[in-house]
């Protein structure tokens, strides 16, 4: 059903060294602008903290999936080189190379924060470091009521198996001596995930110490009858990746299964902090079975991601002012009636600048509406207190007729996911898992609605997931229309993940893995053609990722047919820019700020000079991923009204060409620079905070009040 690229426009092994980076190096670069948002002095220190923490959760989950994968390849002996021309095992010690370099910047990132913090009055507590003696009884107190009942200390010898260490699971090993004897003991105090990694101590003064530094402070107390030495404390990542095995008869059966194995999986990383015992590590090392792992050894933190704990201290003059979204002022015209404000023209609205509540409204009022007759919703991700799942159980407790297509292979959303899927048919709604070979990640959802002598179709299509948490930070776009030809296609989409019955035409949507390549790859051509013919030829798309061969050599020959194009590309680029001869035409930024952006969008310049009303414009929900286009259930939505056109060209898209204070420029070598903010810097995500969309105005817009528009010359912004 998939369209692959034609391996004959793909170069292979050392051919491909100079065309391509490396996959996975190009993520770590982006953790790696991540990290230095840590350091940016512009920022309130407990938001830098929150970088700091983010770098963390960033690299564990990359190490768990993309080094775990790469490692098991290492053990397979499989040697399929990566479309850079890297074996997996060259891959491995690369990465592994940056890894040790990225955790080290976070250690001296977290030692110049730590300084910062105890200047405005929060104090991280040291294992050795001196109270007051009222702190120091309260500690002990805590210590005798919240964390001895739950932990558990275990001597190392023979006569006690070596104990299980579980993914993300942190330890303490102390070095210790019987008093009556003087026989040397190894101990081992797991830290249960239950216990909090940072403890608040009570006063006026915030103070944090971290739970194995208490455990150290109190090991007299732990052991006693024994001479403490020393210790040591460790942390393990194991492989979390869950592969779907071709004749799985039930998957939610097999998913529930695979999740307890994931807990048990490969080691892939050791951290060990502190002075370590070399016969403690030894063992360690013995009995985790390190083939292939990483073992990175570190006198600072480890698991930099707990920090976040810290980032919730009650400070606001150390974060972000809070920011309110709006609520778009076309639907509060029609008195909140989505279903009004969408019947009388398409409407987009930008998250998390605009609420996301009204996609919630949009199906609750569906839930409650008698004119509603079905609802059909996609579900990737919806957090763990999801208000969209509850309007589906309401829709379907009114008799409804609601379908719900749950992604179980959701990453590190599958056990949640299982959850609403069980929720959801006990309610009455009729569940679907999809494909077992491809995962349902377009974001969609179809309302029926009874109208007249027929039906009507409302629909919303995102780039983001239904996530009322991931909304507040992401930034996406929300697309709600009640156009028929729209309505029929995502009638049929549904048919085809529900029944499997392909669509053999649409009129407007183009789904992956049918069709989205070839519609880009025609919209690419399309301006190859122009450019041959003397006519403007640009392309501007915004990205997650960009790893796809394909899609990359297409757009290398669009740049030597002289086509401008101009790439907002948040994360992985595999495509080199600025090289003469290949993509001197390309240019490649990246955004990194308050926001993480998120959305995705294509625009074809379709001979005119973008931005332009005749350019062809489209928002998905897919990015530039093999993954995205040949595995992957995706939409490829056009935008046609004029106003929303406006909005998500020149507007959206425009602002984040614009954008200096936040914004990276990659060069041909791979490196990443920021760039200047210039004469006249522009923050795109203090623009849209401070100004409404275009297609949420309503009325005001048609009044004459003006919305500041954007323009490519700099001096009108």
Known sequence: MSESPDPAAVPAGKAADLRYFNRELSWLAFNQRVLAEACNPNYPLLERLRFLSISGNNLDEFLMVRVAGLAGQVRRQIEEVSIDGMTPSQQLAAIHQAVAEIEQAQQDGWRELRGLLVDKGIVIVGEREALSPARERWLGDYFDEYILPIITPQAIDPAHPFPFIANQGMGVLFALSRVADDAPVMEMVLIPSALPRFIRLPGEEPAYIAVEDLLWRNADTLFPGFRVHGHGVFRVLRDSDIEIEEDAEDLVRYYRTAIQRRRRGMVILLQLQGAFDPAAESLLREQLG????????????????????????????????????????????????????????????????????????????????????????????????????????????????????????????????????????????????????WKTHA??????????????????????????????????????????????????????????????????????????????????????????????????????????????????????????????????????????????????????????????????????????????????????????????????????????????????????????????ILAPDGSYHRTPPGDNPFNLHRYFMTNPSLSGRGASLASGSKVPKLSLRRGNI
């Open 290 to 437: 390190l083939d292939n792992a990483l073992v990175i050894k570190t006198d600072g933190l480890i698991g930099v991601s707990g920090l976040s704990a810290i980032v919730e201290e009650d400070r606001p003059e150390l974060k972000f002012e809070p920011y309110s979204p709006r609520y778009p002022e076309r639907i509060l015209e029609h008195d909140g009636d989505c279903f009004a404000a969408i019947r009388e023209k398409d409407i987009i609205i930008q998250h998390p600048y605009e609420t996301f509540e009204v996609v919630i409204d949009f199906l609750r009022q569906a839930a409650t509406d008698p004119d509603v007759v079905a609802i059909k919703q996609t579900l990737y991700r919806a957090g763990k207190q999801s208000a969209v799942i509850a309007a589906l159980i309401q829709a379907a407790e009114a008799g409804k007729s609601v379908t719900a297509v749950v992604e179980l292979k959701a990453r590190f959303d599958e056990e949640q996911n299982l959850l609403w899927a069980s929720q959801l048919e006990r309610a009455g709604v009729q569940v679907i898992y999809g494909f077992v070979d």
């Open 443 to 664: 974001k969609v959802s179809m309302v029926v609605r009874r109208e007249g002598e027929g039906y009507r179709t409302y629909c919303h299509f995102g780039t983001g997931n239904y996530h009322p948490v991931t909304a507040r930070i992401y930034t996406d776009l929300s697309f709600f229309t009640a156009d028929p030809k729209m309505g029929r296609d995502a009638g049929k989409l549904f048919n085809f993940i529900t029944g499997y019955v392909e669509p053999r035409r649409t009129e407007m949507l183009a789904i992956s893995p049918i069709g989205m390549r070839k519609q880009l790859y025609a919209c690419i051509d399309h301006e190859i053609e122009n450019a041959a013919a003397g006519k403007p030829a640009m392309i501007w798309a915004k990205l997650n990722s960009l790893t796809d061969a394909g899609v990359i050599e297409r757009l290398y020959a669009a740049s030597a047919a002289g086509v401008r194009i101009t790439l907002v590309v948040r994360g992985i680029c595999c495509l080199r820019p600025g090289v003469p001869g290949l993509s001197e035409n390309v240019t490649v930024k990246s955004i990194i700020g308050r926001f993480l952006e998120h959305g995705r969008i294509w625009a074809f310049a379709a001979g005119a000079e973008l931005p332009s009303r005749r350019a062809r414009l489209f928002i998905t929900s897919a990015d530039g991923m093999e993954r995205n286009l040949d595995r992957r259930v995706e939409l490829l939505v056009p935008i046609t009204n004029h106003t929303v056109h406006d909005q998500v060209l020149g507007q959206v898209m425009l602002a984040n060409l614009l954008d200096t204070e936040q914004s990276w």
